[in-house]
């Protein structure tokens, strides 16, 4: 049985093409033009991997990882940006976001076909870096993604791009 991916873009050629690439490569796909349809679909399947921009409007990337792992703890997650840099200051941003909704991997924006591909298949082939005890202790103890942390982050990277 192939394994799922949840594309997630508010471009819709980008959100088409990574579809096209992940389909080539074999993967079972569903798409999604905004967080919130992204929540419903979430909501009614399981997925292996999730794939999505980090900004978008009305739920942008980290708030929506943040929800997703609240339905689907163990799936595992690539964040995409044309926003983050290697300059110190960002990067410092991006380990509080990583910290705060535990992506497994960002790739910075236009990323390759290939990349993409072999960036999942890296990641499934892979121990979960979350054990799922861990995970469900976390969740029944409130301790899981922190919608209210990965806010922060967000906001702090907005503000950082700003000066």
């Given at each position: 049985?192939?394994?799922?991916v949840?594309?997630?873009?508010?471009?819709?050629?980008?959100?088409?093409?990574m579809?096209?690439?992940?389909?080539?490569?074999?993967?079972?796909?569903?798409?999604?033009?905004?967080?919130?349809?992204?929540?419903?679909?979430?909501?009614?399947?399981?997925?292996?991997?999730?794939?999505?921009?980090?900004?978008?409007?009305?739920?942008?990337?980290?708030?929506?990882?943040?929800?997703?792992?609240?339905?689907?703890?163990?799936?595992?997650?690539?964040?995409?940006?044309?926003?983050?840099?290697d300059?110190?200051?960002?990067?410092?941003v991006a380990?509080?976001?990583?910290?705060?909704v535990?992506?497994?991997?960002?790739l910075?924006?236009?990323?390759?076909?290939?990349?993409?591909?072999?960036?999942?298949?890296?990641l499934?082939?892979?121990?979960?870096?979350t054990?799922?005890?861990?995970?469900?202790?976390?969740m029944?103890?409130?301790?899981?993604?922190?919608?209210?942390?990965?806010?922060?982050?967000?906001?702090?990277?907005?503000?950082?791009?700003k000066?």
């Amino acid at each position: 049985m192939p394994h799922r991916v949840l594309v997630v873009d508010d471009e819709p050629r980008v959100l088409a093409s990574m579809a096209r690439c992940l389909r080539l490569a074999g993967f079972q796909v569903e798409s999604a033009d905004s967080g919130k349809v992204a929540l419903t679909l979430c909501e009614e399947h399981s997925f292996d991997v999730v794939v999505l921009d980090f900004i978008m409007p009305e739920i942008d990337g980290v708030v929506l990882l943040a929800r997703i792992r609240r339905i689907q703890p163990l799936t595992r997650a690539v964040v995409l940006s044309g926003q983050i840099d290697d300059s110190i200051g960002e990067r410092e941003v991006a380990k509080k976001l990583r910290d705060a909704v535990e992506a497994d991997r960002y790739l910075n924006k236009p990323v390759s076909a290939a990349e993409l591909v072999q960036t999942i298949n890296n990641l499934l082939s892979e121990e979960p870096a979350t054990d799922w005890r861990e995970t469900a202790k976390k969740m029944v103890t409130g301790k899981s993604a922190s919608i209210k942390s990965a806010m922060k982050a967000a906001s702090d990277l907005k503000k950082h791009r700003k000066k």
